[in-house]
């Protein structure tokens, strides 16, 4: 979206801790928006400095695995020191923070590659004030992709806190996409279950549980953020910096049961397969072992008139070796009879 004619050049100055302005470009920057008092968003170039806090939105993401964004967050950038100090960690403990109206955490994402999300998890860190709002990952994330193509599309954003519940639903909705293939799938296992095909049912079965674990164990971290700032008074912070954290919350307990529910469904097909291949394994065992039995008594037979010794029956006859066949036969014949009397064979 190109800039409105009433908006001279993007210039993105941020004031440092002694209050002079930082001219130069934001080093590390993947993006930035200029978002206006009418909440429609304007993007910003990312090699050119940024215009200075005023009565308009500016939210700059960057990449913290540029070191020269770490030096920039650590000297230029004016946030508590509370804030700064979760900005440059590595923490990927999920939480979140209201101090000196300002709001700042550290949250769960779904990383991006070329393919689209992925069911590793990364994290995104951001620092929310009423006029400026900083966020950055080490990985591409696919939540906070989705809200900057939200917001190129012309998405209004009414504030900061309305930016950041954005980013929270792309990334809800991003696991929702992933919980929808994945139910897919488990529907595709469970017909070929049912139609006896079970050729590589176990991996896929595991791989879909690992997935709901990871995907679970991120929607727990965030639940527990929400559900904290539910608690929380929040009267004091500008309306700008007041979350909807209960709206948040009932969607992401929503997600979530429905990603527990798949699970138990995924390791419910799993035991259901292992009951099949066991009951396919008893059945290998059960032919195997009625095939020794009948051939028991005609090895023995054999055995016996492998013999070298004297007085062996039939040795001088003519027709020895069928009545030896009709012997081993026989001895066959009865042991099949026995097999059927106790129950063995049906």
């Known amino acids: 979206m190109a800039l409105d004619s009433s908006y001279s050049a993007p210039r993105l100055v941020v004031p440092n801790d ?17 978002i206006d008092a009418e909440g429609l968003p304007h993007p910003l170039a990312v090699n050119e400095a940024a215009p200075p806090p005023g009565p308009e939105l500016i939210w700059l993401h960057l990449n913290l695995a540029d070191a020269r964004a770490l030096q920039w967050l650590a000297a230029e950038l004016a946030i508590p020191a509370s804030a700064r100090t979760l900005l440059l960690s590595k923490d990927t403990y999920q939480q979140l ?16 590659d070329i393919d689209g999300a992925t069911e590793d998890a990364g994290h995104l860190r951001f620092v929310l004030q009423e006029r400026l709002v900083i966020s950055g990952r080490y ?6 992709d989705a809200a900057r193509r939200a917001l190129e599309a012309g998405r209004r954003i009414s504030s900061a806190a309305v930016l950041f519940e954005t980013i929270i639903d792309h990334v809800a909705s991003t696991m929702e996409a992933m919980a929808e293939r994945m139910g897919d799938q488990l529907d595709a296992i469970e017909e070929e279950l049912l139609s006896d095909d079970h050729a590589d049912l176990r991996k896929g079965l595991g791989q879909l549980r690992r997935t709901c674990v990871r995907l679970h164990r991120q929607l727990s971290g965030l639940q527990l953020v929400f559900h904290r700032l539910e608690q929380q008074d929040l009267s004091g912070l500008t309306p700008g910096l007041q979350i909807a954290a209960p709206k948040l919350a009932q969607r992401l307990d929503e997600l979530d049961r429905v990603i527990v529910e798949m699970r138990e469904r995924a390791r419910l097909l799993q035991e259901e397969l292992q009951l099949k291949m066991e009951e396919q394994g008893n059945n290998s065992l059960r032919v195997l072992s009625v095939l020794t039995a009948l051939l028991m008594p005609p090895t023995l037979v054999t055995g016996v008139f492998g013999m070298n010794t004297r007085a062996l029956p039939f040795a001088d006859s003519e027709a020895g070796f069928w009545w030896a066949a009709l012997l081993i036969a026989s001895a066959s014949c009865v042991a099949y009879v026995v097999l059927r009397r106790i129950g063995i064979i049906r």
């Open 18 to 34: 002694g209050g002079g302005p930082v001219a130069a470009a934001v080093p590390g920057l993947l993006w930035a928006f200029r």
């Open 139 to 144: 990985g591409a994330l696919c939540g906070v």
């Open 97 to 112: 923070h209201v101090a000196d109206d300002c709001v700042y955490g550290v949250i769960a994402d779904l990383l991006r």
